[in-house]
């Protein structure tokens, strides 16, 4: 296993477009998270996984963006009608069902999206 | 709500020279804590980890005590290298909230010969 995989790892694309990114987590993993990270700053949560469900939403992730994980293992990040301020590297992160106390996460290496 | 405050950088050290990060936390349960690591064009990388109080994570030399009485988690390093230079972040979770992770904002160290 390889770790978290992220594809495409850059896209650009025109204000209104829509974009998809791809998450693909270690295999034995039950829980996926999305992060978003802009220049200068750390990584903001935006959603989670247990498995196929969603159990929790930022309010950073507006109604235009929505995320699945319809068989439980790989993740799309969807975001339609792209606007400038949506440029920003978008992380995955993985892990196991988390044990009380511990949690550790591995994160995928990101897909820079710009958005001219 | 849970937040994680970090000293802000960037911070440039001679190599061999100590290293102090500063971080401090707000959390309402019991968080675990860590301390995260970007080089340069990689992704983000777990250097180190706290599960409780008074627990001291330690990794290539950095160490980090879990101070609940200061709600703090300073990383150290006795001695730096230049291959030390990267974005550091430090970051919690709680299991009782998701075990999404709270990032501080980074701190940028660069280490010149």
């Known amino acids: 296993d390889t770790g978290v995989s992220q594809d495409p790892r850059h896209k650009i694309t025109k204000r209104g477009q829509n974009v998809t990114f791809r998450c693909d987590p270690i295999?034995?993993?039950?829980?996926l998270y999305w992060y978003r990270q802009t220049l200068g700053q750390g990584p903001e949560f935006l959603t989670y996984?247990?498995?196929?469900?969603?159990?929790?939403k930022s309010r950073l992730l507006s109604d235009r963006f929505s995320a699945e994980r319809p068989k439980g293992s790989f993740s799309t990040l969807e975001i339609q009608r792209t606007e400038q301020g949506d440029s920003a590297m978008y992380l995955c992160?993985?892990?196991?069902?988390?044990?009380?106390?511990?949690?550790?996460?591995?994160f995928g290496p990101g897909t820079r999206l710009t958005v001219l | 709500g849970d937040s994680v405050t970090q000293m802000e950088g960037p911070v440039t050290l001679s190599e061999e020279a100590f290293l102090t990060i500063n971080c401090t936390y707000t959390?309402?349960?019991?968080?675990?804590l860590f301390w995260y690591v970007q080089y340069p064009g990689e992704g983000l990388q777990l250097l180190l980890k706290?599960?409780?109080?008074?627990d001291k994570g330690s990794n290539k030399g950095f160490e980090a005590t879990y101070r609940k009485e200061t709600t703090s988690f300073h990383l150290e390093k006795g001695s730096v290298q230049v291959s030390d230079s990267a974005v550091y972040f430090c970051?919690?979770?709680?299991?009782?909230?998701?075990?999404?992770?709270?990032f501080g904002t980074g701190t940028s160290l660069t280490v010149i010969p």
């Open positions: 992160a993985s892990s196991r069902l988390a044990e009380k106390d511990y949690n550790e996460q591995f």
């Open positions: 295999s034995e993993h039950n829980r």
């Open positions: 996984f247990q498995n196929e469900a969603q159990l929790e």
């Open positions: 959390a309402t349960g019991y968080p675990s």
């Open positions: 706290a599960t409780k109080a008074d």
């Open positions: 970051a919690l979770s709680d299991w009782n909230t998701g075990n999404q992770f709270y």
